[in-house]
Nanobody, 123 residues
Framework: VQLQAFGGGLVQPGGSLRLPCSAS????????MGWFRQAPGKGREFVAA????????YYADSVKGRFTISRDNAKNTVYLQMNSLKPEDTAVYYC?????????????????WGQGTLVTVSS
């Protein structure tokens, strides 16, 4: 599975961005998917996850109420809608595939990773 994340860039505090992540090589409709991020000088952290059908989602406390994860299985794509962005959201954002029907937040349980897209929140 190859993953390609898009949509990163520079945005002002309070702004919004939508990150798509497209999968190729094989269908990911039977797998849960997630987003992680790595801020400068910090380790990678969990952001959000969605199960195979999109019926179940899970968020880190730091983004709950501001970010929304969704997926379109017909397009083999997962999305991260980010609203009310803060400077502390600045990071490289990675999408990943977990070879399971159910969601999880542990980085070790994700098998495939995209290359990341940089989001910078600054005025």
């Amino acid at each position: 599975v190859q993953l390609q994340a898009f949509g990163g860039g520079l945005v002002q505090p309070g702004g919004s961005l939508r990150l798509p992540c497209s999968a190729s090589g094989r269908t990911v409709t039977s797998y849960s998917m997630g987003w992680f991020r790595q801020a400068p000088g910090k380790g990678r952290e969990f952001v959000a996850a969605i199960n195979w059908s999109g019926s179940s989602t899970y968020y880190a406390d730091s983004v709950k109420g501001r970010f929304t994860i969704s997926r379109d299985n017909a397009k083999n794509t997962v999305y991260l809608q980010m609203n009310s962005l803060k400077p502390e959201d600045t990071a490289v954002y990675y999408c990943a595939v977990r070879r399971s029907l159910v969601i999880g937040s542990s980085e070790d349980t994700y098998a495939y990773w995209g290359q990341g897209t940089l989001v910078t929140v600054s005025s």
